[in-house]
């Protein structure tokens, strides 16, 4: 992951946090299972390295 801020480090671990939680109930597995699975898609590559910086 290339250098962020603090603000868009923990904007990213605040929605992994969430997703994750949110996978691991719909999939019933672990919500350390579900984060893994999240940190290997391409929606937490995008959310990492937005095409777009997520600030103005």
Do not use: W
């Amino acid at each position: 992951m290339k250098q962020t801020d603090n603000n868009e480090q923990e904007y990213i671990v605040g929605i992994t946090n969430v997703v994750s939680k949110l996978i691991a109930g719909n999939e019933h597995i672990s919500v350390e299972e579900a984060e893994k699975r999240f940190k290997d898609s391409k929606v937490y590559e995008y959310l990492c390295h937005p095409p777009v910086p997520l600030r103005p």
